[in-house]
């Protein structure tokens, strides 16, 4: 668990209702972040750990921030925060839903000063790639598309490069 999901993993699990003992600001007032980053930071963590998957849907903003002890106009912020980084998808009168690549978005959104360990291909042109991403992503010094799936497999890489065609053409 990343220090930013440590901080928020006292927060009510999703949809508890607050009771009669919790303070009318809700559970999230007394935490160290604005409460709309604390809300998206919660469900950032869940979608970065699976509990909410891709396509997953957000509860709606009304009855969410009745849960959560706060107002519609909070919840909004922290949806569009959370669309903003990529995370969820937000379509006018619909629900949020998890995006296909929110678990990816999340880890960004989370820890956007974490380098992108990236091990794999030594295919000429992913060098020019690199070049242009600049410090957001870091080769790990494995080469070869198997080497590479085995550091993505021992977590040495955050992702990984793979050729689709062996050299010789084949």
Known sequence: ??????????????LRPVGRDRPQLGPY???PWPVTRTIARDLACRVRSGELPAGAELPGVREYARVLGTTSSTVVRAYRYMADGAVITRADRRRARVAG?????????????????LAGSDDPALGVLLARLGALVEPVGVRGSFPGL???ARGEADGAVIHLRHRDGV
């Open 29 to 31: 007032s007394r935490r």
């Open 150 to 152: 085995r550091a993505l």
């Open 1 to 14: 668990m990343s220090r930013n999901c440590a901080a928020v993993a006292d927060a009510p699990t999703f």
């Open 101 to 117: 690549e929110g678990a990816i978005a999340a880890a960004r959104l989370l820890e956007p000063e974490r380098v992108f360990r």
